[in-house]
């Protein structure tokens, strides 16, 4: 069993940037994929990136690509996920999630394939 917890959310002003954080425990990280969804109120949650177990490979979506970066550092079993040049229509609840074995890049943007998930952080970004 892993435990996920998400920390580092915020409102935060269009333009700036913040930095959501994902400690693991229970089980080593570098067991798992490692991904990052959200959830705006009223829409489903969609993918916004994921990390190889290994760190060697990064996905995102079409819509935060240049302007999120997804990192993790397996000996502090710990993710990131920066937010860089935020938009008032990034404001969502974001989730850190992990997915074991192997996968491809359909995979990792299929939240239903992930088994742990983390508990959520509010970013809120004001235009």
């Known amino acids: 069993q892993v435990q996920l917890v998400e920390s580092g959310g915020g409102l935060v002003q269009a333009g700036n940037s913040l930095r959501v954080s994902c400690a693991a425990s229970g089980r080593t990280l570098s067991s798992y994929h490692m991904g990052w969804f959200r959830q705006a109120p009223g829409k489903e949650r969609e993918f916004v990136g994921a990390?190889?177990?290994?760190?060697?490979?990064?996905y995102y979506a079409d819509s935060v690509k240049g302007r999120f970066t997804v990192s993790r550092d397996n000996a502090k079993n710990t993710g990131e996920l920066q937010m860089n040049s935020l938009k008032p229509e990034d404001t969502a609840v974001y989730y850190c999630?992990?997915?074991?074995?192997?996968?491809?890049?359909?995979?990792?943007?299929?939240?239903?394939?992930?088994?742990?998930w983390g508990q959520g952080t509010q970013v809120t970004v004001s235009s």
């Open positions: 999630a992990l997915l074991g074995g192997s996968v491809d890049r359909t995979t990792l943007t299929n939240s239903a394939k992930y088994a742990y």
């Open positions: 990390i190889s177990l290994s760190g060697r490979i990064s």
